[in-house]
Protein backbone atom coordinates (compact mmCIF):
# COMPACT_ATOMS: atom_id res chain seq x y z
CA UNK A 1 0.00 0.00 0.00
CA UNK A 2 2.41 2.42 0.55
CA UNK A 3 4.29 1.74 -3.00
CA UNK A 4 0.81 2.05 -4.47
CA UNK A 5 0.25 5.30 -2.34
CA UNK A 6 3.44 7.05 -4.26
CA UNK A 7 2.33 6.87 -7.30
CA UNK A 8 -1.17 8.08 -6.17
CA UNK A 9 -4.45 7.39 -5.67
CA UNK A 10 -4.87 5.02 -8.69
CA UNK A 11 -1.41 2.52 -9.17
CA UNK A 12 -0.30 -0.14 -11.35
CA UNK A 13 0.83 -3.27 -9.94
CA UNK A 14 4.03 -2.77 -12.03
CA UNK A 15 4.97 0.04 -10.45
CA UNK A 16 3.80 -1.80 -7.66
CA UNK A 17 6.40 -4.76 -8.37
CA UNK A 18 9.35 -3.02 -9.48
CA UNK A 19 9.41 -0.69 -5.68
CA UNK A 20 8.93 -4.25 -3.97
CA UNK A 21 12.51 -5.87 -2.87
CA UNK A 22 13.04 -8.70 -5.30
CA UNK A 23 12.05 -11.58 -2.91
CA UNK A 24 8.83 -10.51 -2.57
CA UNK A 25 7.73 -9.35 -5.71
CA UNK A 26 6.15 -12.96 -6.70
CA UNK A 27 3.77 -11.70 -3.75
CA UNK A 28 2.94 -8.72 -4.46
CA UNK A 29 -0.57 -9.37 -6.98
CA UNK A 30 -1.94 -12.02 -4.83
CA UNK A 31 -1.51 -9.54 -1.82
CA UNK A 32 -3.30 -6.57 -3.50
CA UNK A 33 -5.86 -9.53 -4.54
CA UNK A 34 -6.14 -9.82 -0.40
CA UNK A 35 -6.39 -5.99 -0.41
CA UNK A 36 -9.47 -5.59 -2.49
CA UNK A 37 -10.74 -8.48 -1.29
CA UNK A 38 -11.18 -6.47 2.53
CA UNK A 39 -12.36 -3.27 -0.07
CA UNK A 40 -9.13 -1.50 0.82
CA UNK A 41 -8.16 -0.83 -2.60
CA UNK A 42 -10.54 -1.53 -5.97
CA UNK A 43 -9.64 -2.60 -9.76
CA UNK A 44 -9.19 0.19 -11.62
CA UNK A 45 -8.15 1.14 -15.33
CA UNK A 46 -4.98 0.89 -16.38
CA UNK A 47 -2.94 3.47 -18.02
CA UNK A 48 -0.28 1.42 -19.69
CA UNK A 49 -0.79 -1.24 -21.82
CA UNK A 50 -0.21 -5.19 -20.10
CA UNK A 51 -0.44 -3.38 -16.88
CA UNK A 52 -2.96 -4.12 -14.04
CA UNK A 53 -4.35 -0.87 -11.99
CA UNK A 54 -5.97 -0.60 -8.51
CA UNK A 55 -7.53 2.72 -6.76
CA UNK A 56 -7.66 3.15 -3.50
CA UNK A 57 -11.06 3.00 -1.73
CA UNK A 58 -10.83 6.58 -0.23
CA UNK A 59 -8.03 8.77 -0.43
CA UNK A 60 -7.60 9.46 3.56
CA UNK A 61 -6.34 5.46 3.04
CA UNK A 62 -3.90 6.75 0.30
CA UNK A 63 -2.30 9.31 2.53
CA UNK A 64 -2.68 6.98 5.66
CA UNK A 65 -0.05 4.85 3.82
CA UNK A 66 2.43 7.68 2.29
CA UNK A 67 2.43 9.55 5.44
CA UNK A 68 3.47 6.09 7.30
CA UNK A 69 6.60 6.35 5.38
CA UNK A 70 9.74 8.23 6.34
CA UNK A 71 11.06 10.85 4.57
CA UNK A 72 14.15 8.92 3.33
CA UNK A 73 11.63 6.13 2.05
CA UNK A 74 9.59 8.38 0.23
CA UNK A 75 13.02 9.86 -1.72
CA UNK A 76 13.55 6.11 -2.80
CA UNK A 77 10.44 5.45 -3.69
CA UNK A 78 9.36 8.35 -5.63
CA UNK A 79 12.78 8.34 -7.96
CA UNK A 80 12.24 4.54 -8.09
CA UNK A 81 8.76 5.30 -9.76
CA UNK A 82 10.33 8.29 -12.09
CA UNK A 83 12.16 4.99 -13.64
CA UNK A 84 9.33 2.89 -13.97
CA UNK A 85 7.31 5.43 -15.38
CA UNK A 86 9.93 6.21 -17.78
CA UNK A 87 10.06 2.75 -18.84
CA UNK A 88 6.52 1.56 -18.93
CA UNK A 89 5.71 4.70 -21.11
CA UNK A 90 8.62 4.59 -24.08
CA UNK A 91 7.60 6.33 -26.86
CA UNK A 92 5.20 8.18 -24.84
CA UNK A 93 7.59 9.84 -22.25
CA UNK A 94 7.01 12.86 -23.27
CA UNK A 95 3.31 13.12 -22.62
CA UNK A 96 4.21 12.30 -18.91
CA UNK A 97 6.92 14.77 -18.31
CA UNK A 98 4.80 16.77 -15.84
CA UNK A 99 4.32 13.45 -13.49
CA UNK A 100 7.90 11.99 -14.28
CA UNK A 101 9.28 15.65 -13.13
CA UNK A 102 6.63 15.76 -9.80
CA UNK A 103 8.20 12.60 -8.43
CA UNK A 104 11.57 13.50 -9.11
CA UNK A 105 11.22 17.03 -7.64
CA UNK A 106 9.71 15.09 -4.62
CA UNK A 107 12.57 12.82 -4.33
CA UNK A 108 15.33 16.07 -4.68
CA UNK A 109 13.08 17.92 -2.12
CA UNK A 110 13.14 14.93 0.66
CA UNK A 111 16.22 14.28 -0.09
CA UNK A 112 17.48 18.14 0.72
CA UNK A 113 15.33 17.81 3.59
CA UNK A 114 17.83 14.93 4.88
CA UNK A 115 21.01 16.52 4.80
CA UNK A 116 23.13 18.26 2.63
CA UNK A 117 22.60 18.21 -1.30
CA UNK A 118 25.08 16.13 -2.64
CA UNK A 119 26.05 15.31 -6.40
CA UNK A 120 22.97 12.80 -6.47
CA UNK A 121 20.63 15.30 -5.16
CA UNK A 122 21.90 17.79 -7.31
CA UNK A 123 21.42 15.73 -10.39
CA UNK A 124 17.88 14.67 -9.35
CA UNK A 125 17.36 18.10 -9.58
CA UNK A 126 18.47 19.11 -12.40
CA UNK A 127 16.84 16.12 -14.39
CA UNK A 128 13.52 17.45 -12.65
CA UNK A 129 14.06 20.84 -13.35
CA UNK A 130 14.14 19.63 -17.25
CA UNK A 131 11.01 17.82 -17.38
CA UNK A 132 8.98 20.33 -15.31
CA UNK A 133 10.57 22.64 -17.85
CA UNK A 134 9.73 21.15 -21.26
CA UNK A 135 6.17 20.73 -19.01
CA UNK A 136 5.63 23.95 -19.26
CA UNK A 137 6.01 24.36 -22.74
CA UNK A 138 3.19 21.99 -23.17
CA UNK A 139 0.87 23.69 -21.06
CA UNK A 140 1.68 27.29 -23.13
CA UNK A 141 0.79 24.76 -26.23
CA UNK A 142 -2.37 24.37 -24.91
CA UNK A 143 -3.24 27.52 -23.71
CA UNK A 144 -2.53 26.87 -19.83
CA UNK A 145 -0.61 30.09 -19.03
CA UNK A 146 -1.29 29.53 -15.50
CA UNK A 147 0.30 25.99 -15.24
CA UNK A 148 2.95 26.92 -17.67
CA UNK A 149 4.14 29.90 -15.29
CA UNK A 150 3.74 27.35 -11.98
CA UNK A 151 5.59 24.58 -13.93
CA UNK A 152 8.64 26.95 -14.43
CA UNK A 153 8.94 28.49 -11.23
CA UNK A 154 9.20 24.77 -9.74
CA UNK A 155 11.55 24.07 -12.51
CA UNK A 156 14.09 27.69 -11.43
CA UNK A 157 14.10 26.55 -8.27
CA UNK A 158 15.96 23.46 -9.01
CA UNK A 159 17.81 24.02 -12.55
CA UNK A 160 21.77 25.73 -11.54
CA UNK A 161 23.61 28.04 -13.78
CA UNK A 162 22.61 28.88 -17.07
CA UNK A 163 19.39 26.45 -17.02
CA UNK A 164 18.24 28.30 -13.90
CA UNK A 165 18.58 31.48 -15.91
CA UNK A 166 16.49 30.48 -18.61
CA UNK A 167 14.02 29.42 -16.81
CA UNK A 168 13.47 32.43 -15.09
CA UNK A 169 13.88 34.78 -18.45
CA UNK A 170 11.24 32.56 -19.77
CA UNK A 171 9.12 32.40 -16.38
CA UNK A 172 9.18 36.55 -16.55
CA UNK A 173 8.29 36.47 -20.62
CA UNK A 174 5.20 34.56 -19.10
CA UNK A 175 4.28 36.53 -16.46
CA UNK A 176 4.74 39.58 -19.06
CA UNK A 177 2.01 38.21 -21.49
CA UNK A 178 -0.20 37.76 -18.95
CA UNK A 179 0.27 41.33 -17.18
CA UNK A 180 1.48 40.38 -14.73
CA UNK A 181 4.23 43.03 -14.64
CA UNK A 182 5.84 43.54 -11.01
CA UNK A 183 7.00 39.89 -10.57
CA UNK A 184 8.74 40.00 -13.88
CA UNK A 185 10.68 42.57 -13.28
CA UNK A 186 11.60 41.63 -10.08
CA UNK A 187 13.01 37.72 -11.88
CA UNK A 188 14.68 39.95 -14.60
CA UNK A 189 16.05 42.46 -12.03
CA UNK A 190 17.71 39.63 -10.09
CA UNK A 191 19.01 37.75 -13.65
CA UNK A 192 20.27 40.95 -14.56
CA UNK A 193 22.61 41.33 -11.80
CA UNK A 194 23.81 37.88 -11.80
CA UNK A 195 27.02 36.51 -13.24
CA UNK A 196 24.93 34.65 -15.74
CA UNK A 197 23.97 37.96 -17.02
CA UNK A 198 27.23 38.89 -17.97
CA UNK A 199 27.87 35.49 -18.95
CA UNK A 200 25.13 34.81 -21.33
CA UNK A 201 24.78 37.74 -23.54
CA UNK A 202 21.54 36.37 -25.57
CA UNK A 203 19.67 35.71 -22.69
CA UNK A 204 20.86 38.93 -21.68
CA UNK A 205 19.29 41.07 -24.50
CA UNK A 206 16.19 38.81 -24.12
CA UNK A 207 16.06 39.52 -20.68
CA UNK A 208 16.37 43.17 -21.16
CA UNK A 209 13.46 43.25 -23.23
CA UNK A 210 10.96 41.87 -21.14
CA UNK A 211 12.42 44.09 -18.30
CA UNK A 212 11.68 47.24 -20.48
CA UNK A 213 8.29 45.95 -21.80
CA UNK A 214 7.16 45.10 -18.45
CA UNK A 215 8.16 48.65 -17.51
CA UNK A 216 6.22 49.95 -20.36
CA UNK A 217 3.24 47.83 -18.66
CA UNK A 218 2.94 50.21 -15.33
CA UNK A 219 5.20 53.49 -16.13
CA UNK A 220 3.37 55.91 -18.32
CA UNK A 221 6.29 58.16 -18.25
CA UNK A 222 8.13 55.18 -20.58
CA UNK A 223 7.11 56.23 -24.02
CA UNK A 224 6.40 53.86 -26.72
CA UNK A 225 9.09 55.34 -29.05
CA UNK A 226 11.99 55.47 -26.58
CA UNK A 227 10.87 51.84 -25.94
CA UNK A 228 11.06 50.64 -29.93
CA UNK A 229 14.43 52.89 -30.07
CA UNK A 230 15.76 50.04 -27.07
CA UNK A 231 14.99 47.30 -28.98
CA UNK A 232 15.76 48.26 -32.41
CA UNK A 233 19.24 48.40 -30.20
CA UNK A 234 19.01 45.42 -28.85
CA UNK A 235 18.06 43.80 -32.17
CA UNK A 236 21.51 45.05 -33.63
CA UNK A 237 23.01 43.66 -30.82
CA UNK A 238 21.48 39.97 -30.95
CA UNK A 239 21.99 39.90 -34.41
CA UNK A 240 25.65 41.17 -34.54
CA UNK A 241 25.93 38.09 -31.83
CA UNK A 242 24.02 35.70 -34.44
CA UNK A 243 21.86 34.50 -31.32
CA UNK A 244 18.61 33.23 -32.66
CA UNK A 245 16.61 33.17 -30.10
CA UNK A 246 17.74 37.14 -29.03
CA UNK A 247 16.68 37.93 -32.44
CA UNK A 248 13.39 36.16 -32.09
CA UNK A 249 12.85 38.28 -28.94
CA UNK A 250 13.42 41.18 -30.09
CA UNK A 251 11.79 41.32 -33.16
CA UNK A 252 8.46 40.51 -32.02
CA UNK A 253 8.92 43.03 -29.74
CA UNK A 254 10.09 45.39 -31.70
CA UNK A 255 6.89 44.19 -33.94
CA UNK A 256 4.63 44.63 -30.70
CA UNK A 257 5.35 48.33 -30.42
CA UNK A 258 5.35 49.32 -33.94
CA UNK A 259 1.40 47.90 -33.56
CA UNK A 260 0.96 50.22 -30.69
CA UNK A 261 2.73 52.99 -32.66
CA UNK A 262 -0.18 52.53 -35.06
CA UNK A 263 1.91 50.63 -38.09
CA UNK A 264 -0.54 47.49 -38.40
CA UNK A 265 0.89 46.77 -41.42
CA UNK A 266 4.71 47.16 -40.79
CA UNK A 267 4.13 44.64 -37.33
CA UNK A 268 2.73 42.01 -40.26
CA UNK A 269 5.48 41.77 -42.51
CA UNK A 270 8.17 41.63 -39.48
CA UNK A 271 6.15 38.46 -38.24
CA UNK A 272 6.18 37.07 -41.44
CA UNK A 273 9.70 37.46 -41.13
CA UNK A 274 9.23 34.46 -38.38
CA UNK A 275 7.10 32.38 -40.15
CA UNK A 276 9.88 30.00 -42.53
CA UNK A 277 11.35 29.43 -38.72
CA UNK A 278 8.21 28.74 -36.73
CA UNK A 279 8.82 25.39 -35.49
CA UNK A 280 11.81 26.31 -33.66
CA UNK A 281 10.11 29.23 -31.97
CA UNK A 282 8.40 28.58 -28.20
CA UNK A 283 4.40 28.55 -28.67
CA UNK A 284 4.50 32.12 -26.78
CA UNK A 285 6.51 33.39 -29.18
CA UNK A 286 4.24 32.23 -31.64
CA UNK A 287 1.51 33.53 -30.23
CA UNK A 288 2.51 36.95 -31.08
CA UNK A 289 4.01 35.78 -34.51
CA UNK A 290 0.34 35.26 -34.46
CA UNK A 291 -0.45 39.01 -33.23
CA UNK A 292 0.55 40.46 -36.11
CA UNK A 293 -1.35 38.65 -38.67
CA UNK A 294 -4.54 39.31 -36.06
CA UNK A 295 -3.14 43.16 -35.83
CA UNK A 296 -3.85 43.94 -39.70
CA UNK A 297 -6.86 41.80 -40.43
CA UNK A 298 -8.53 43.44 -37.33
CA UNK A 299 -6.94 46.60 -36.77
CA UNK A 300 -5.41 47.69 -40.08
CA UNK A 301 -6.14 48.54 -43.64
CA UNK A 302 -6.50 45.18 -44.78
CA UNK A 303 -9.94 44.21 -45.73
CA UNK A 304 -12.07 41.79 -44.15
CA UNK A 305 -11.93 39.16 -47.02
CA UNK A 306 -8.48 39.53 -46.75
CA UNK A 307 -8.40 38.81 -43.43
CA UNK A 308 -10.58 35.78 -43.34
CA UNK A 309 -7.67 34.23 -44.98
CA UNK A 310 -5.43 34.91 -42.34
CA UNK A 311 -7.39 32.64 -40.27
CA UNK A 312 -6.11 29.46 -42.21
CA UNK A 313 -2.30 31.85 -41.82
CA UNK A 314 -2.93 31.59 -37.70
CA UNK A 315 -4.04 28.36 -37.57
CA UNK A 316 -0.56 27.22 -39.01
CA UNK A 317 1.33 29.65 -36.69
CA UNK A 318 -0.19 28.01 -33.80
CA UNK A 319 -1.28 24.46 -34.50
CA UNK A 320 -4.34 22.50 -34.40
CA UNK A 321 -4.69 22.71 -30.71
CA UNK A 322 -6.43 24.73 -28.25
CA UNK A 323 -4.58 27.65 -28.75
CA UNK A 324 -4.56 27.78 -32.60
CA UNK A 325 -8.35 27.36 -32.40
CA UNK A 326 -9.50 29.69 -30.07
CA UNK A 327 -6.90 32.55 -31.81
CA UNK A 328 -8.97 31.39 -34.96
CA UNK A 329 -12.74 31.89 -33.25
CA UNK A 330 -11.20 35.13 -31.97
CA UNK A 331 -10.42 36.74 -35.34
CA UNK A 332 -13.25 35.28 -36.67
CA UNK A 333 -15.83 36.46 -34.55
CA UNK A 334 -14.40 40.03 -34.75
CA UNK A 335 -14.63 39.81 -38.69
CA UNK A 336 -18.16 38.22 -38.76
CA UNK A 337 -19.10 41.20 -36.21
CA UNK A 338 -18.10 43.92 -38.78
CA UNK A 339 -19.96 41.82 -41.36
CA UNK A 340 -22.97 42.21 -39.51
CA UNK A 341 -23.12 38.49 -39.31
CA UNK A 342 -24.16 38.36 -35.24
CA UNK A 343 -25.07 34.83 -34.77
CA UNK A 344 -21.34 33.68 -36.60
CA UNK A 345 -20.32 36.01 -33.91
CA UNK A 346 -21.86 34.38 -30.88
CA UNK A 347 -21.36 30.82 -32.14
CA UNK A 348 -17.05 31.65 -32.51
CA UNK A 349 -17.23 34.01 -29.20
CA UNK A 350 -18.96 30.78 -27.62
CA UNK A 351 -16.22 28.90 -28.61
CA UNK A 352 -13.69 31.25 -27.34
CA UNK A 353 -15.14 30.92 -23.81
CA UNK A 354 -15.56 27.65 -23.58
CA UNK A 355 -11.76 26.93 -24.51
CA UNK A 356 -11.26 29.58 -21.47
CA UNK A 357 -13.36 27.57 -19.23
CA UNK A 358 -11.96 24.28 -19.99
CA UNK A 359 -8.53 25.78 -18.98
CA UNK A 360 -10.15 27.49 -15.88
CA UNK A 361 -9.23 30.57 -16.05
CA UNK A 362 -11.78 32.28 -17.54
CA UNK A 363 -11.65 35.71 -16.51
CA UNK A 364 -8.47 35.78 -19.02
CA UNK A 365 -10.91 36.06 -22.03
CA UNK A 366 -10.99 40.02 -20.63
CA UNK A 367 -7.11 40.43 -21.48
CA UNK A 368 -7.41 38.25 -24.40
CA UNK A 369 -9.03 40.61 -27.01
CA UNK A 370 -11.13 42.05 -25.13
CA UNK A 371 -11.37 45.39 -26.64
CA UNK A 372 -11.92 43.54 -29.69
CA UNK A 373 -14.88 41.96 -28.27
CA UNK A 374 -16.57 45.49 -27.13
CA UNK A 375 -16.03 47.00 -30.23
CA UNK A 376 -17.16 43.92 -31.64
CA UNK A 377 -20.46 43.89 -29.64
CA UNK A 378 -20.75 47.93 -30.05
CA UNK A 379 -20.55 47.51 -33.86
CA UNK A 380 -23.55 45.25 -33.43
CA UNK A 381 -25.93 47.70 -32.14
CA UNK A 382 -25.47 45.95 -28.36
CA UNK A 383 -24.44 48.95 -26.49
CA UNK A 384 -25.08 48.02 -22.84
CA UNK A 385 -23.55 44.38 -23.40
CA UNK A 386 -20.20 46.16 -24.97
CA UNK A 387 -20.03 48.64 -21.94
CA UNK A 388 -20.39 45.76 -19.61
CA UNK A 389 -17.74 44.07 -21.21
CA UNK A 390 -15.04 46.78 -20.80
CA UNK A 391 -16.10 47.69 -17.10
CA UNK A 392 -15.24 43.83 -16.92
CA UNK A 393 -11.80 44.45 -18.54
CA UNK A 394 -11.07 47.37 -16.51
CA UNK A 395 -11.36 45.68 -13.20
CA UNK A 396 -9.14 42.95 -14.53
CA UNK A 397 -6.37 44.99 -15.11
CA UNK A 398 -6.88 47.43 -12.12
CA UNK A 399 -6.31 44.45 -10.62
CA UNK A 400 -3.01 43.96 -12.35
CA UNK A 401 -2.15 47.44 -12.21
CA UNK A 402 -1.40 47.54 -15.83
CA UNK A 403 -1.41 50.91 -17.13
CA UNK A 404 -0.50 50.64 -21.00
CA UNK A 405 -3.39 48.74 -22.27
CA UNK A 406 -6.05 49.92 -19.09
CA UNK A 407 -5.98 53.37 -20.51
CA UNK A 408 -7.05 52.67 -23.34
CA UNK A 409 -9.91 50.47 -21.73
CA UNK A 410 -10.78 53.11 -19.63
CA UNK A 411 -10.21 55.96 -22.68
CA UNK A 412 -12.82 53.62 -24.81
CA UNK A 413 -15.35 52.92 -22.38
CA UNK A 414 -15.00 56.91 -21.45
CA UNK A 415 -16.31 56.90 -25.50
CA UNK A 416 -18.53 54.41 -25.10
CA UNK A 417 -20.31 56.05 -22.34
CA UNK A 418 -20.48 59.25 -23.72
CA UNK A 419 -21.85 57.94 -26.97
CA UNK A 420 -24.54 56.70 -24.99
CA UNK A 421 -25.12 60.01 -23.00
CA UNK A 422 -23.83 58.94 -20.00
CA UNK A 423 -22.39 61.80 -19.98
CA UNK A 424 -21.09 62.21 -16.02
CA UNK A 425 -19.71 59.12 -15.84
CA UNK A 426 -17.42 59.70 -19.06
CA UNK A 427 -16.31 62.90 -18.09
CA UNK A 428 -14.70 60.94 -14.90
CA UNK A 429 -13.30 58.28 -16.54
CA UNK A 430 -11.30 60.75 -18.88
CA UNK A 431 -8.63 62.24 -16.55
CA UNK A 432 -8.15 58.34 -15.05
CA UNK A 433 -7.27 57.40 -18.71
CA UNK A 434 -5.22 60.20 -19.43
CA UNK A 435 -2.59 59.62 -16.29
CA UNK A 436 -2.35 55.89 -17.26
CA UNK A 437 -1.45 56.84 -20.54
CA UNK A 438 2.06 57.21 -22.19
CA UNK A 439 2.33 60.46 -24.38
CA UNK A 440 2.98 59.20 -27.37
CA UNK A 441 0.32 56.22 -26.98
CA UNK A 442 -1.93 57.72 -29.60
CA UNK A 443 -4.62 55.35 -29.42
CA UNK A 444 -5.61 56.10 -25.72
CA UNK A 445 -5.29 59.99 -26.29
CA UNK A 446 -7.42 59.50 -29.78
CA UNK A 447 -10.03 57.84 -27.80
CA UNK A 448 -9.56 60.71 -25.30
CA UNK A 449 -10.11 63.58 -27.14
CA UNK A 450 -13.30 61.71 -28.86
CA UNK A 451 -14.98 61.42 -24.94
CA UNK A 452 -14.16 64.62 -24.52
CA UNK A 453 -15.64 66.13 -27.83
CA UNK A 454 -18.59 64.28 -27.29
CA UNK A 455 -18.88 65.46 -23.46
CA UNK A 456 -18.68 68.95 -24.51
CA UNK A 457 -20.56 69.24 -27.34
CA UNK A 458 -23.06 67.55 -25.26
CA UNK A 459 -22.75 71.09 -23.46
CA UNK A 460 -22.87 72.83 -25.80
CA UNK A 461 -19.26 74.14 -25.55
CA UNK A 462 -18.67 73.55 -29.39
CA UNK A 463 -15.48 75.20 -29.55
CA UNK A 464 -13.78 72.41 -26.78
CA UNK A 465 -15.35 69.78 -28.76
CA UNK A 466 -14.36 70.55 -32.04
CA UNK A 467 -10.40 71.30 -30.43
CA UNK A 468 -10.50 67.62 -28.87
CA UNK A 469 -11.77 65.94 -32.34
CA UNK A 470 -9.38 67.75 -34.25
CA UNK A 471 -6.50 66.80 -32.09
CA UNK A 472 -7.72 63.47 -32.15
CA UNK A 473 -7.81 62.98 -36.19
CA UNK A 474 -4.62 64.92 -36.18
CA UNK A 475 -3.36 61.87 -34.15
CA UNK A 476 -5.22 59.11 -35.97
CA UNK A 477 -4.05 60.17 -39.49
CA UNK A 478 -0.31 58.82 -39.97
CA UNK A 479 -1.68 55.37 -38.74
CA UNK A 480 -2.92 52.48 -40.51
CA UNK A 481 -5.79 51.87 -38.29
CA UNK A 482 -8.81 51.89 -40.75
CA UNK A 483 -11.58 50.95 -38.36
CA UNK A 484 -10.20 53.46 -35.70
CA UNK A 485 -9.43 56.29 -38.13
CA UNK A 486 -13.48 56.12 -39.56
CA UNK A 487 -14.66 56.00 -36.18
CA UNK A 488 -12.95 59.50 -35.01
CA UNK A 489 -14.48 60.85 -38.39
CA UNK A 490 -17.88 59.87 -37.49
CA UNK A 491 -17.49 61.77 -34.47
CA UNK A 492 -15.97 64.39 -35.53
CA UNK A 493 -19.52 64.80 -37.85
CA UNK A 494 -21.46 64.42 -34.92
CA UNK A 495 -19.14 67.07 -33.07
CA UNK A 496 -19.66 69.63 -36.44
CA UNK A 497 -23.38 68.78 -36.61
CA UNK A 498 -24.09 69.88 -33.00
CA UNK A 499 -22.70 72.82 -33.78
CA UNK A 500 -25.01 73.53 -37.05
CA UNK A 501 -21.70 73.32 -39.53
CA UNK A 502 -23.75 70.54 -41.71
CA UNK A 503 -21.60 70.54 -44.82
CA UNK A 504 -18.39 69.63 -42.65
CA UNK A 505 -19.98 67.22 -41.06
CA UNK A 506 -21.37 65.34 -43.85
CA UNK A 507 -18.09 65.64 -45.54
CA UNK A 508 -16.65 63.74 -42.05
CA UNK A 509 -19.57 61.10 -42.21
CA UNK A 510 -19.00 60.82 -46.13
CA UNK A 511 -15.32 59.94 -44.76
CA UNK A 512 -16.10 57.69 -42.29
CA UNK A 513 -18.50 55.51 -44.96
CA UNK A 514 -15.41 55.51 -47.38
CA UNK A 515 -13.21 54.14 -44.70
CA UNK A 516 -16.02 51.20 -43.42
CA UNK A 517 -16.23 50.37 -47.00
CA UNK A 518 -13.23 49.89 -47.64
CA UNK A 519 -12.19 47.39 -44.77
CA UNK A 520 -15.22 45.40 -45.46
CA UNK A 521 -16.89 46.82 -42.11
CA UNK A 522 -20.56 46.66 -43.15
CA UNK A 523 -22.08 46.95 -39.82
CA UNK A 524 -20.71 50.09 -38.73
CA UNK A 525 -22.04 51.39 -42.17
CA UNK A 526 -25.15 50.48 -42.03
CA UNK A 527 -25.35 51.59 -38.69
CA UNK A 528 -24.18 55.01 -39.86
CA UNK A 529 -26.31 55.14 -42.81
CA UNK A 530 -29.53 54.79 -39.89
CA UNK A 531 -28.58 57.16 -38.11
CA UNK A 532 -28.40 59.79 -40.88
CA UNK A 533 -31.30 58.88 -41.88
CA UNK A 534 -32.90 59.28 -38.53
CA UNK A 535 -31.23 62.58 -38.35
CA UNK A 536 -32.87 63.61 -41.65
CA UNK A 537 -35.77 63.21 -40.28
CA UNK A 538 -35.51 64.64 -36.73
CA UNK A 539 -35.20 68.11 -36.03
CA UNK A 540 -32.84 67.72 -33.31
CA UNK A 541 -29.46 65.83 -32.29
CA UNK A 542 -30.33 62.43 -31.20
CA UNK A 543 -27.81 59.48 -29.28
CA UNK A 544 -24.23 59.12 -31.58
CA UNK A 545 -24.01 56.79 -34.24
CA UNK A 546 -22.96 53.42 -32.57
CA UNK A 547 -20.95 52.08 -35.66
Excluded at 188 to 199: I, V
Excluded at 383 to 393: F, H, M
Excluded at 470 to 494: K, S, V
Aim: glycine share 8%; proline share 3%; net charge negative.
Amino acid sequence: MERGAVEGKVFHIGAVTSLSPEAVRSQVRPRLLALARKELIRPDRAEFAGQDAFRFRHLLIRDAAYQAMPKEQRAELHEGFARWLTGAAGDRVVEYQEILGYHLEQAYRYRTELGPIDDRTRALGQEAGRALQESSERATARGDAMSAVHLLERAGEMLEGAERAKANVDLASLLVGSTDMAPAIAILDRFLASPEAAEGPGLRIRASVYRVSAQAGIDPELSFEAVRASFASWLAEAEALGDEDAITTCLLKLAQFEFFLGHCRVQREMCERLVPQIDRISMDERGLVAWGFNSDAYWGSQPVADGLRSVDTIRSILGDGVVGHRKADELIGWLSAMSDRGEDFDAALDRVDRAWADLGDPDARFWAGGQQRSDSLWRLGRLGEAIDWLRGDKRYLDARGETAFNSTITALLATYLAESSQMDEAATLIPEARAMAASDDFATHVLIGSAQALVASAEADHETALAAIDEALRLILPTDYLNFTADTHRIRGRVLLAASRRVEAQAAFDEALSLFERKGNVASARRLRTWLDQQESTPHISAAPTA
